[in-house]
């Protein structure tokens, strides 16, 4: 069965500081697919990135980066220079690659709070 | 391009009471979902549409039933409503099917509290 840990439920840092969210995920597939999703206070859930599991290659969006090594099974989010507005929930996702299966399995979210 | 909307955002019930929370999206996507995330959980699957007139359940369906009369949207039922019920719902869409192949996006959510 699939599962996705986030260990951190919740982070504090002071604005501008870099912070990084941990998800560490369990599957017997080797083919699946992993997500971040950002959940501001405003309650909707915004799409950030989804990687394959061929593709280990650490991807870099402004301020935000992630790491993904099969090695550790760890799919990790680096904010740098954090600002107020990252404030939210973070939550990692796993799908496994069958066609057909619907099932996307979220982590509990880890509560990123940016103090100014 | 309003993209995935949901109505209401608020609702309070009593236990036994019925209820119909509307999700509706106009990117012509061909599949839908609704989830529940409940607090120190993520969100869990509850039934989900591949099309029109198609439905199938999801990771935990009982209590709530669905129906996708149209392609923009996908209704989701509380028969008789209990506490345990208690949720914020998503509703989610996407063109191709399943998170595997495609990225599903999410409605604002609505909140419902079962008296």
């Known amino acids: 069965a699939q599962k996705v840990t986030q260990a951190q439920t919740e982070i504090s840092v002071v604005e501008k500081e870099d912070v990084t969210l941990d998800c560490v995920y369990e599957?017997?597939?080797?083919?699946?697919?992993l997500f971040w999703y950002k959940q501001p206070p405003s309650g909707e859930l915004v799409f950030l990135i989804r990687?394959?599991?061929?593709?280990?290659q650490n991807e870099i969006s402004g301020r935000y980066s992630w790491n993904f090594q099969k090695s550790t099974s760890s799919f990790n989010f680096t904010i740098t220079a954090s600002q107020v507005v990252d404030s939210a929930v973070y939550f990692c996702?796993?799908?496994?690659?069958?066609?057909?299966?619907?099932?996307?399995?979220f982590g509990t979210g880890t509560r990123l709070t940016i103090i100014p | 391009n309003a993209g995935v909307t949901q109505t209401p955002k608020f609702r309070v019930l009593k236990t036994g009471q019925s209820m119909t929370l509307l999700c509706a999206q106009d990117?012509?996507?061909?599949?839908m979902y609704w989830y529940r995330q409940d607090p120190g959980m993520g969100l869990r699957l509850i039934h989900y549409?591949?099309?029109?007139?198609?439905?199938a359940k999801g990771e935990v369906p009982d209590g709530y039933n669905v129906s996708r009369l149209k392609k923009q949207n996908f209704l989701l039922g509380l028969e008789s409503a209990a506490p345990s019920q208690t949720s914020v719902y998503f509703c989610?869409?996407?063109?191709?099917?399943?998170?595997?192949?495609?990225?599903?996006?999410f409605g604002p959510g609505t909140r419902l509290t079962v008296l």
């Open positions: 989610a869409s996407s063109y191709r099917r399943g998170p595997s192949t495609d990225t599903q996006y």
């Open positions: 599957t017997r597939d080797t083919t699946y697919y």
């Open positions: 990687r394959n599991s061929f593709d280990e």
């Open positions: 996702a796993l799908s496994e690659a069958n066609f057909g299966n619907e099932k996307l399995t």
């Open positions: 990117m012509n996507h061909e599949y």
């Open positions: 549409s591949v099309g029109e007139g198609t439905t």
